[in-house]
């Protein structure tokens, strides 16, 4: 059986499925869910934490540190400080799927990611993302709000 759904120009569907909520401005993924860097963790199975800032200085976005290894099958604990005077997101997964992704917020720049691989942070807050790392190779981390990619708010993450 095949379902069918009504998108209206206020909801956009992402390459993970995802459904931005019209009323709420949030980001909710329907059904199966997809992530090409692996799956959300179970905090019991961490292996470690990464801190990571994101913030504004001398006029470009930033994250901190902008690259980062990790081991295929390790369970991290990410928390992602906001360090800036403005929103900013940290959302993990393929250049690809973030570029696609990132049209849609084009569109719809109040969205606000709140996804076992996305959150948005308000400034001077902090969000956490467990994740385990299924499968190697190479990921980003970007901001997808208008801009912030384009500012620099872009990191590299590696799976061995």
């Known amino acids: 059986m095949v379902r069918i759904t009504l998108i209206t120009t206020l909801s ?18 329907h059904g199966v869910e997809h992530f090409a860097a ?7 199975e961490l ?4 801190d990571v800032t994101m913030g504004e200085r001398d006029g ?13 099958g390790e ?4 928390s992602i400080h906001n360090k800036g005077e403005l929103d900013h997101e940290f959302v993990l997964a393929t250049a690809n799927e973030n ?3 990132a049209k849609a917020m084009e569109m719809n720049p109040e969205m606000a990611h709140q996804e076992p691989n ?12 467990i994740w385990k790392f299924t499968k190697p190779g190479q990921f980003e981390f970007a901001c997808l709000i208008p ?14």
Do not use: C, N, W
């Open 12 to 29: 956009f569907l992402s390459a993970g499925g995802a459904i931005a909520d019209p009323q709420t401005d949030q980001h909710h993924h």
């Open 38 to 44: 692996g799956e959300p963790g179970i905090p019991a």
């Open 47 to 50: 292996s470690r934490m990464i």
């Open 60 to 72: 470009k976005m930033f994250y901190s540190p902008d690259k980062i290894e990790v081991r295929e």
């Open 75 to 78: 369970t991290i604990q990410f």
């Open 99 to 101: 570029l696609g992704h």
């Open 118 to 129: 996305a959150r948005r942070v308000a400034p001077q807050q902090t969000a956490t993302i």
């Open 147 to 160: 801009g912030h990619r384009d500012a620099g708010m872009l990191g590299l993450l590696e799976v061995k």
